[in-house]
């Protein structure tokens, strides 16, 4: 994607607002065009991507699934066996 430099003239007499203002629509017609180029090259890359099948999609997903409820079970068992654990060295020096 190609950058385009917008040059504002201001002239040594002329007000420096007057010279900014002068700039904006060539700035704003610029900043479409970017916006029209940048949608399209979005487009063709898009369209370059190998997306996955819902097959795919599903068993990853249950994977996912599955993980994160096997972890979620073992650290809730680590958990108890800790605070079990801590509570019997309070226990037995009295704390």
């Known amino acids: 994607m ?4 917008v040059k ?3 002239d040594e007499g002329s007000n420096a607002i007057t010279g900014a ?3 904006i629509g060539e700035r704003v017609s610029g900043t479409v065009a970017d916006t029209r180029e940048f949608m399209h090259d979005v ?3 898009m369209k370059q991507v190998t997306w ?3 097959d795919d ?3 990853t997903t249950t994977v996912v699934i599955a993980t994160v409820f ?3 079970v073992f650290l809730a068992i680590v958990d108890w066996l800790v605070q079990r654990g801590v509570a019997y060295v309070f226990k ?4």
């Not at 190609?2 to 430099?5: D, F, G, I, L, N």
């Not at 037995?92 to 704390?95: E, P, S």
């Open 43 to 45: 487009r063709v890359e």
């Open 52 to 54: 996955p099948s819902k």
């Open 70 to 72: 096997f972890f979620g």
């Open 8 to 10: 504002v003239k201001n």
């Open 92 to 95: 037995i020096f009295g704390v």
């Open 21 to 23: 203002v002068s700039g």
């Open 57 to 59: 999609v599903v068993s």
């Open 2 to 5: 190609a950058t385009q430099a």
